[in-house]
């Protein structure tokens, strides 16, 4: 089994910053990506940031140049820096792995369980 911890969210004023962190545990034999999705009331989940292992970064356009992803690959960890946050940046965020797991060697896609991000104007 692979879980995955987000922790960081909260509540800010527009225009300021946050940090999520995502740390992947479990049965992993290699992570293959690592990434940010969110969800804002009644809409589609949609992808923030991804960043394939040895890959360059993919944003969404919403958010280039505002948001940050990073791994620390040594650590299983993703990160999401969230800079000049605007009133629509408000959403749940939930961190995305794709991981070939431990003696099976087969890829599987997990989520973690969200983290509210809430953007006053």
């Known amino acids: 089994q692979v879980r995955l911890v987000e922790s960081g969210g909260g509540l800010v004023q527009a225009g300021g910053s946050l940090r999520l962190s995502c740390v992947a545990s479990?049965?992993?034999?290699?992570?293959?990506?690592m990434g940010w999705y969110r969800q804002a009331p009644g809409k589609e989940r949609e992808l923030v940031a991804v960043?394939?292992?040895?890959?360059?970064?993919n944003y969404a356009d919403s958010v280039k140049g505002r948001f940050t992803i990073s791994r620390d690959n040594a650590e299983s960890t993703v990160f999401l820096q969230m800079n000049s946050l605007k009133p629509e940046d408000t959403a749940v965020y939930y961190c995305?792995?794709?991981?070939?797991?431990?003696?099976?060697?087969?890829?599987?896609?997990?989520w973690g369980q969200g983290a509210q991000v809430t953007v006053s104007s």
């Open positions: 995305n792995a794709v991981v070939v797991r431990t003696y099976s060697y087969d890829s599987f896609q997990y």
């Open positions: 479990g049965s992993i034999f290699r992570i293959n990506a």
């Open positions: 960043m394939p292992s040895g890959g360059s970064a």
